[in-house]
């Protein structure tokens, strides 16, 4: 009678579900595992003791995963169980078909965009190529640029205004030095000086005292401008 009443017993506890509360088994109960890749089933023993909590994921789950929400617990365990079933679903959701189209559709770009990079790229090295011979060309007119400025500063080295005002000064000081060689050696004849020496003197005198004077004003008018920086417009030619 004993053995009978035990034999119920471990029937009517084998009848339990195994969704029921730990409280109603007595305890955890070993559950038997999945083929391959399935998680261990959900328990309300494993489930929080706070309806309200439950009642937050059940919304949260609604609101994220509403496919899953609205099946039932025979068909989640289905989708838990055989892992085909559970990739079709996930293959017809909207996300996954969404993504799939982007995924698609970015690859296709890409390939259409590497098939154009890799059409351009003769031309890309025809263009390196001439890009290459037109710098070596504006290098080598660089070069000759700073070539010419340098001889245009050498040119106008002799006519910078400190070098012309020296020359008219020089020029002032040699007529002066001639009228005074040419009184001196009429000073210094001891013989007496007839009428056309006279007058050879004083036309060859009278000369180099006018060009002394006039080449003495120019130097003194440009020196003036020069130093008062409004040299331009003055005479600075040496030729009469």
């Known amino acids: 009678m004993s053995g009978e009443n035990s034999g119920a017993d471990s029937r009517a506890a084998a009848a339990l579900s195994e969704f029921e509360p730990a409280v109603a088994r007595g305890g955890p109960v070993d559950l038997r595992p999945y083929e391959t890749r399935v998680p261990e089933p959900m328990n309300n023993f494993n489930l ?75 031309e890309l090295r025809k263009m390196r190529e001439n890009v290459a011979e037109l710098q070596m060309f504006a290098s080598s007119l660089t070069t000759r640029l700073y070539e010419l400025v340098q001889e245009h500063l050498d040119l106008q080295k002799p006519y910078s205004p400190m070098l012309l005002l020296q020359r008219l000064r020089d020029e002032s000081r040699q007529l002066d030095e001639q009228a005074e060689a040419v009184a001196a050696r009429l000073l210094s004849t001891d013989s007496t000086t007839d009428t056309a020496e006279c007058e050879d003197f004083v036309r060859q005198y009278k000369q180099l005292r006018t060009r002394f004077h006039a080449s003495d004003s120019r130097t003194r008018l440009a020196d003036a401008a020069y130093r008062s920086g409004t040299l331009s417009g003055v005479p600075m030619s040496l030729e009469r």
């Not at 617990?73 to 679903?89: C, K, M, N, P, V």
């Open 48 to 122: 929080p003791a706070d309806t309200r909590v439950i009642a937050e994921k059940v919304q949260r789950l609604g609101e994220q995963f509403p496919t899953f929400a609205n099946k039932s617990a025979d068909d989640l365990e289905d989708l838990l169980r055989f892992e085909d079933l559970f990739q079709a679903h996930i293959d017809g959701l909207e996300q996954v078909q969404l993504m799939r189209t982007l995924e698609y559709e970015l690859r296709e770009e890409n390939e259409r965009l590497a098939e154009v990079n890799l059409s351009s790229e003769e």
